[in-house]
């Protein structure tokens, strides 16, 4: 059982950034991929990005490579979302999930675990 707590979250202005950070409160993220979704107003939640357990490989939504950065500390238990040249279209609740396939996995029902969220306000 792995217990994920998101943080971060907040109002900025366009152009600004924010880091989000995952810790696992029970459980490791060890043996996991990480990955972070966003669910927007009356939207479907989409892939993020992604991390693989060890060897640092990420993935990105192709709309989002460039002003994203994932990465993860696995001694802290904890994965970070660094967002820059936020935009209001990136304005969502942010989740962060473990995932025990094999690979990249973008689509939800490859998660297993989730946390609560953190809502991002990225206003005009």
């Known amino acids: 059982q792995v217990q994920l707590v998101e943080s971060g979250g907040g109002s900025v202005q366009a152009g600004g950034s924010l880091r989000l950070s995952c810790v696992a409160s029970?459980?490791?993220?060890?043996?996991?991929?990480m990955g972070w979704f966003r669910q927007a107003p009356g939207e479907e939640r989409e892939f993020v990005a992604g991390?693989?357990?060890?060897?640092?490989?990420?993935r990105y939504a192709d709309s989002l490579k460039g002003r994203f950065t994932i990465s993860r500390d696995n001694a802290k238990n904890t994965v970070f979302l660094q967002m820059d040249s936020l935009k209001p279209e990136d304005t969502a609740i942010y989740y962060c999930?473990?995932?025990?396939?094999?690979?990249?996995?973008?689509?939800?029902?490859?998660?297993?675990?989730w946390g609560q969220g953190t809502q991002v306000t990225v206003s005009s």
């Open positions: 999930a473990a995932s025990a396939a094999i690979g990249a996995p973008a689509r939800l029902e490859y998660y297993v675990y």
């Open positions: 029970a459980g490791t993220i060890n043996n996991y991929y």
């Open positions: 991390i693989h357990r060890s060897d640092g490989y990420t």
